[in-house]
């Protein structure tokens, strides 16, 4: 028996009852060789991610490559998404740009094609922005995508952008579009920012990494949108389902730190390169293999030490 | 009379002899009230920047908000340059982008308009790329361009594109492409840096910054692109040919005391915001004032600010 736990009930998300949560890939974006996104290749990678421990995926994100295509490929590759019978409310679309025009433009395709939510960076060119400048950039993007369909998830990730998305910020934003504004991902890897987030009212945050779900989870947020879930969706499904049950915290912290051990073996490789590698491996497909610049591929002797370590540490690729 | 100076010869650029140097301004790019480009209006600046003491433009830089601008917007405006009759050798065009296929199709625009050169920042969305992955990219604008026509200036702005171009890089990338690689624009504002490169054979690099310009001449550079020229181009104007004239050395330095300080000034104020201000006062122009998220207009009690030190500075807008 495991001991008496405080939650009788299977948890939900009260605050924000509403709109997508669990366990989300960021989706590595498979490439032809002339490194062309290969959007048949996409689909069927999240048909299998939808089907082995995802919720839901997050294409055209930091994982995705993203912002190393042009907005007619990115474009491209959302109709490909909207064609493929994939379920808008399993989607969380990136649509992020430097440029203002870019990200109405995208931002506008996500709604139409019924994605449950847009996954929006700041403006990442022009560091050290001002609060007004970065208010003024969400205020128009939102007010030109001029849709109340509009789902808009502020993607914080400091590390990457280089410009971070603050607290005031949001609430403002909050304020100002209750609506439209619907949660972030915190890519920050700072629990203690993804815990303010998950205060604020109405407004989902997800994890941005596997390592802090059940943290997340449990300061109120409603789960996590993953590069690792490309590759290691199954445990972490199997974790949020045992938060979701009854009486199975003990289970799900003990899942919680598998998925943690798995987790931080991937960060210590390039993660783009390297779960490309693992998946080029998995389905035999050396196309898998191609990113863009200013990625590269693994050497072939990094590639080997990786599924050395992959292998013994039991992570198998359904 | 001045003293006898070490240089007896107008100076030249013995180590590049062919190609674009001076006092470049990097245009602002005028906005209408939506905050579309205004082609008619830039190409209007560019004239008039041509006839107070630029040499050259560099249209589409950071100054020029480039990258909150769409593709399709950037392409629009090269291609109303391209039909102004402002002659191609006075243009160095920005076809950055984080987007690999974007810097693609925006610098064999450069190329095919006639522009003097392409001013290429490194992919700056994924932070510390391997020195092999910025490598991987600019090869691949440069193969995929496939044109002999092509002069690519590195455009190194570690302060906003968190991605430096090292000595190491430029030095790996002229020795595969010793044609299509021209030169850089340096805007780390660090003068060190700006020697090591300009001690590349063959290589043409102007300074960021006018604060620099005559230590940049001394160094073997080429000259400037820089945002301040968009004000205070007829007195950095003087300085370069001041540079050119045999025996003015002292004079030139002089120049560079007085220019150093109005670009200070300049510095101490948001500079895009700013420079737009000024114009907006000097040509009775409120458009000037547009600027794209994430920049922010002056606040009234901000340009006020600014203009009395202008004026007290004796900066002159001609």
């Not at 491209?76 to 969380?92: M, Q």
């Not at 094609?113 to 403006?123: E, F, H, K, Q």
């Not at 802090?212 to 300061?219: D, K, N, T």
Request: proline residues 7%.
């Amino acid at each position: 028996m495991q001991p008496a736990v405080v939650d009788e009930k299977p948890h939900s998300t009260p605050s924000a009852p509403n709109g997508p949560g669990g366990v989300f890939a960021a989706a590595l974006t498979p490439m032809k060789d002339d490194l062309a996104p290969d959007a048949a290749a996409l689909i069927a990678h999240c048909r299998w991610l939808l089907a082995n421990g995802c919720d839901g995926i997050a294409p055209m994100g930091t994982t995705g490559e993203a912002n190393s295509f042009s907005v007619g490929e990115r474009l491209t590759i959302l109709d490909a998404l909207a064609d493929s019978g994939i379920p808008g409310e399993r989607l969380i679309v990136g649509t992020g740009s430097a440029s203002l025009t870019d990200a109405v433009e995208m931002t506008r395709r996500a709604v139409t094609m019924g994605a449950a939510g847009a996954l929006v960076l700041p403006p990442f060119y022009y560091k050290n922005p001002s609060e007004d400048g970065l208010f003024a950039f969400f205020s128009e993007v939102i007010q030109r995508v001029g849709d109340a369909r509009l789902r808009l998830y502020l993607y914080h990730f400091p590390q990457m952008s280089a410009v971070p998305i603050g607290i005031t910020l949001i609430e403002r934003l909050m304020t100002r579009y209750p609506h439209a504004i619907a949660g972030a991902k915190d890519s920050s890897g700072e629990l203690g920012n993804m815990i303010a987030m998950a205060r604020i009212p109405h407004f989902r945050v997800f994890s941005g990494t596997e390592r802090l779900l059940l943290p997340v989870l449990e300061a109120g947020g409603v789960g996590c949108i993953t590069a690792g879930a490309n590759v290691i969706a199954s445990i972490t499904g199997q974790l949020y389902a045992a938060w979701r049950r009854s009486g199975a915290l003990a289970e799900a912290r003990r899942l919680q730190d598998e998925v943690t051990r798995q987790r931080l073996l991937l960060d210590s490789f390039p993660m783009v390169p390297g779960m490309k590698a693992m998946l080029a491996r998995r389905f035999n497909a050396p196309a898998w293999r191609n990113v863009r610049p200013p990625f590269v591929r693994l050497a072939a002797a990094q590639e080997a030490a990786l599924f050395g370590k992959v292998d013994e540490a039991g992570i198998a690729i359904p």
